[in-house]
């Protein structure tokens, strides 16, 4: 198998991968693409057709000013725009501004199929094969995030149901549920911005397993935010799934969330304990019947190509430590655990830069 050697591989070109390649490109490292002249390389590989990551596919009425988080790229700020902007609109051409302006040359569309170890060498290769070809690199950052692990949990029945069931990946305008009787299931903020759109047009019923602890944003300080991020990384450290943004940061009264409790919607019911062909049995025993069922139950992180690798712990997470690979060293999981936001994948993306540029340095007797 003829494999192109480069330095650093980045899979993933949302804002953890660009946030990777911006801080390689920064310390000397140049796209295997161009002519290298002694300097070490890297690619950046996106399994999208165009520049934007997940954004490019989020539903229409995601506006500028309903989005939770944005941060910066590194080195460009978000452009000035009307927060009814849909968001859609406005960061894909932002991401592709980066990836041009700081030369990033991502290479798409690549479907990457598997990572694995080139030999039994600690020091040796991981090979990243492709529908595009196969590159070796000395380390790989995984920047894949979550979109494309929309998670829809089991239940009794969920095949029998004679309505409509979608993600809210598959989410794209409220016309669609006009008239309808929509069980919206899920606590985190995209249930509660849907539950406030959907409910302008439609009955909707909003289900979670737990009943919502709400929570103001001036009582998430600093102090809860580092705790919250504490958790997560002592999760991730021992092996554990990640889990649930909510789960670590409780439920925010938003401005969307204000506006459905204003309306009188925003009304939580427990969750079903099985579905029928035309609707819900609900713990009491009633049928509550349905149209639609949105599953607003979160994502899952997009690792199925490090399968190889054999890292996944019995529990079903990976042993990382500041955004390492605690059992394969080449190996860097950006966007992952602690560093799923914004900010999060910025800071990630130069931390895991900062590391190889020093084992790179040691490796070559030189100055970090």
Known sequence: MNAILVDVAVIGAGQ??????????????????????????????????AAGGAWQHRWASLRMATVNGIHDLP??????????????????PYFAEHEERFSLDVQRPVDVRAVRRADDASDGRLLIETDRGTWAARYVINATGTWTRPFRPYYPGIDRFRGRQLHVADYATVDEFA???????????????????????????????????????????????????????????????????????????????RAAHARGVLVRHPMFTSIEEDGVRMPDG???????????TGFRPAVDHLAPLKLRTPAGGFRVADSRSLDEPRLFLIGYGPSQSTVGANRAGRAAVHRIVAERAAALGEAA
């Open 75 to 92: 080195g460009l700020p978000v452009p000035p725009a009307d927060p009814g902007a849909a968001s859609r609109d406005i960061l894909p």
């Open 16 to 49: 953890a991968g660009l946030s990777a390649g911006y801080h390689l490109q920064r310390r000397g490292f140049v796209p295997v693409t161009r002519e290298a002249n002694g300097h070490d390389t890297f690619v950046v590989l996106d399994a999208n057709a």
């Open 286 to 296: 009633t049928l509550l019947a349905a149209d639609v069922i949105l599953w607003a």
């Open 179 to 257: 008239g309808k009787r929509v069980v919206i299931v899920g606590a985190g903020v995209s249930a509660v911005q849907l539950l406030d759109e959907i409910s302008h047009v439609a009955e909707t019923f909003w289900m979670t397993r737990r009943e919502p602890q709400w929570i103001d944003e001036a009582d998430f300080d600093l102090a809860a935010r580092s705790a919250a991020i504490a958790g997560v990384e002592a999760r991730v450290r021992r092996g554990l799934p990640p889990g649930s943004v909510i789960s670590v940061t409780g439920m925010h009264w938003t401005p969307w969330a």
